[in-house]
């Protein structure tokens, strides 16, 4: 199976502030990639597929890159709604489909 | 109004089975594969089972086999999850989640509000 390592598991930062969380995959999954986001008591939330591309609906300051084993999300001018979890999920062509650990983002 | 509802969560008795169903509406349920993501308390996400649009295709994690099982009635728009001999470690809520394919990736684009399920005697 294939396994994500995610990091960091959290993540400190302020309103106005980019950052960038990473996950690698135990073998290459192509752009077989998705980032979620999930808020306390809700379910998780789609924010890019494919590696790279933006959900409909979620705003333009979220980007994902990567390909192969190396992938990455990017938050550019974090929004006060944007502290939470985001998790990584990798989907290449069967189940399981593993995610992340998780990156907690918490305001400074 | 295209979304999941999951019910059957609740207690249950340690070496008894939970039974899950997820309710679809809004979409063509029977296009899409479906999922099963579970989240203890306090932890990460866990994909747990998931069935190909016609259900003729099933897939469980490793560490459920052969106490899991994942169905669906395209003909009710609902999906099914039963794990048998439950213990604590089952003890999370637990998600249903609808498939999109693309070309070049496949993704969980529509997810349920989850149902709480808690082992304990």
Same mark, same amino acid.
């Given at each position: 199976?294939?396994?994500? &390592?995610? *990091?960091?598991? /959290? #993540? /400190?930062?302020?309103?106005?502030? *980019?950052?960038?969380?990473?996950?690698? %995959?135990?073998?290459?999954?192509?752009?077989?990639?998705?980032? $979620?986001?999930?808020?306390?008591?809700?379910?998780?939330? #789609?924010?890019?597929?494919?590696?790279? %591309?933006?959900?409909? +609906?979620?705003?333009?300051?979220?980007?994902?890159?990567?390909? +192969? &084993?190396?992938? %990455? #999300? %990017?938050? *550019?001018?974090?929004?006060?709604?944007?502290?939470?979890?985001?998790?990584?999920?990798?989907? $290449?062509? &069967?189940?399981?489909? &593993?995610?992340?650990? +998780?990156?907690?983002?918490?305001?400074? | 109004?295209?979304?999941l509802v999951e019910s !059957? !969560?609740?207690?249950?008795?340690?070496?008894?089975?939970?039974?899950l169903s997820c309710a679809a509406?809004?979409?063509?349920f029977?296009?899409h594969g479906m999922h099963w993501?579970?989240?203890?308390?306090?932890?990460?996400?866990?994909?747990?089972a998931a069935t190909?649009?016609?259900g003729?295709?099933?897939?469980?994690?490793?560490?459920?086999? !052969?106490?899991?099982?994942v169905s669906r009635d395209n003909?009710k728009n609902t999906l099914f999850l039963?794990?048998?001999?439950?213990?604590?470690?089952?003890?999370?809520?637990y998600y249903c989640a609808r498939?999109?394919?693309?070309?070049?990736?496949?993704?969980?684009?529509?997810?349920g509000?989850?149902?709480?399920?808690?082992?304990?005697?």
């Amino acid at each position: 199976d294939v396994q994500v &390592t995610q *990091s960091p598991s /959290s #993540l /400190s930062a302020s309103v106005g502030d *980019s950052v960038t969380m990473s996950c690698r %995959t135990s073998e290459r999954v192509s752009n077989f990639f998705n980032w $979620y986001q999930q808020k306390p008591g809700r379910a998780p939330k #789609l924010l890019i597929y494919a590696a790279s %591309t933006l959900q409909s +609906g979620v705003p333009a300051r979220f980007s994902g890159s990567g390909s +192969g &084993t190396d992938f %990455t #999300l %990017t938050i *550019s001018s974090l929004q006060p709604e944007d502290f939470a979890v985001y998790f990584c999920q990798q989907t $290449y062509i &069967t189940p399981p489909y &593993t995610f992340g650990h +998780g990156t907690k983002l918490e305001i400074k | 109004q295209v979304q999941l509802v999951e019910s !059957g !969560g609740g207690v249950v008795q340690p070496g008894r089975s939970l039974r899950l169903s997820c309710a679809a509406s809004g979409f063509s349920f029977s296009s899409h594969g479906m999922h099963w993501v579970r989240q203890a308390p306090g932890k990460g996400l866990e994909w747990v089972a998931a069935t190909s649009s016609d259900g003729s295709l099933r897939f469980y994690v490793d560490s459920l086999r !052969g106490r899991v099982a994942v169905s669906r009635d395209n003909s009710k728009n609902t999906l099914f999850l039963q794990i048998n001999n439950v213990g604590a470690e089952d003890t999370a809520v637990y998600y249903c989640a609808r498939e999109n394919v693309g070309h070049t990736s496949t993704w969980f684009d529509l997810w349920g509000q989850g149902a709480l399920v808690t082992v304990t005697s």
